[in-house]
Structures are given as structure tokens and as C-alpha cells.
């Protein structure tokens, strides 16, 4: 009876180490996988030549009524965008990702999206918050061109509160 339990209890013992190494296996699998798809994502970033993400300063920023935004706090730079004058400038034509948070003041404010170059700018969105220290964002798909240009200029109101305004545009596809 003793030797039989032995016997039985190595063949366990040996189903056992090969569910460990089976374990073991499938771990290493799991981790290269997870390693590779860093991989892939950080090139993916890297090979989109074209984009951005910026915010405001700390604090009250006072926009005059028809002015661009100027973001002017870095959160990722790629190329493109000119923080001194609030325009970014397709350099790949492609589809782009573009996003803009806002977040007003003391007062209700009124943000609109254009594509330009030529003035006054086609309106691809309206951004608008109704109170002091309201929210509002929009992100939209849209097919550019090289010079294309994108900005966000103040309709109403004139007062923007914050990091919580942000604007940001990445190339997703080609054309």
C-alpha cells in the first residue's frame, strides 16, 4: 500500500511539475506579448510626425473676443503647432484627430474650431459653457492637407480657466 501511494504520489508530483512548467510557458508568452505591444504603440507614436498637446497656464487667461487661443503649456510636442500664435500647420496630409477641452472663467464663454488658411476660417466645432467654471470639449475626425491650418478662436465671453483647457491634434491614418 505504501509503495503504491509513493508511486501515485510521484506521478502527481510529476503532472505537477508539468502544469508548473506549462504555468511558466504561457507566463513568458504573456509578458513577451505585452512587451511587444509597447513596442508597437511607442512606435506607432513615434512614426505620427504630426502632433500635439498643449494647455493654458495656471490661472485666468483674458482672450479678447475674435482672438486665437494661444496654448502655451507643453504636454507632448511633436511638430506643427506654434504656441506663439495658437495655429497649427499640417505638415503630412492625413486623417487627424483634433480635441479641444475648455473651461470658462467667471463668466459664460464661446469657443469655435477653424480650419483655415483663408480667414475667417471654416467652423468645424462650437465650444460653449453657459456659466463660470463650466466644462465643455469636442473631438472630431477630419482629413487635412499639407498647410491646412487649425485653431480655436474666442466667439463670446473672454475669460478661460486654467489647465482645463487643452487643445490637441494627432495624425490617426494617411490619406
Known amino acids: ?9 510521484e506521478g502527481e508530483e510529476k503532472e505537477e511539475e508539468k502544469v508548473e512548467e506549462i504555468r511558466l510557458s ?3 508568452a504573456i509578458k513577451m506579448t505585452t512587451i511587444l505591444t509597447g513596442i508597437l504603440f511607442v512606435s506607432m507614436c513615434l512614426a505620427s510626425t504630426d502632433a500635439f498637446s498643449y494647455s493654458l497656464q ?8 475674435g482672438n486665437k487661443v494661444k ?3 507643453e504636454i507632448y510636442t511633436g511638430s506643427g503647432y506654434n504656441p506663439n500664435t495658437g495655429i497649427f500647420t499640417v505638415t503630412v496630409p492625413g486623417i487627424y484627430l483634433i480635441s479641444v477641452t475648455m473651461m470658462s472663467g467667471f463668466s459664460s464663454a464661446h469657443l469655435t474650431v477653424r480650419k483655415g488658411p483663408a ?3 471654416l467652423i468645424l466645432g ?8 463650466n466644462e465643455a470639449c469636442l473631438t472630431i475626425d477630419i482629413s487635412l492637407v499639407v498647410d491646412d491650418t487649425i485653431y480655436v478662436q474666442m466667439n463670446s465671453g473672454s475669460d478661460l480657466f486654467d489647465v482645463y483647457n487643452t487643445f490637441s491634434v494627432s495624425k490617426i491614418a494617411d490619406p
Request: glycine letters at 12%.
Open 1 to 9: 500500500m505504501m509503495t503504491r501511494r509513493t508511486r501515485a504520489g
Open 26 to 28: 504561457t507566463s513568458k
Open 58 to 65: 495656471s490661472g485666468s487667461l483674458q482672450v479678447g473676443v
Open 71 to 73: 496654448y502655451s503649456k
Open 119 to 121: 480667414a475667417p476660417g
Open 126 to 133: 462650437w465650444l460653449f459653457t453657459d456659466r463660470s467654471f
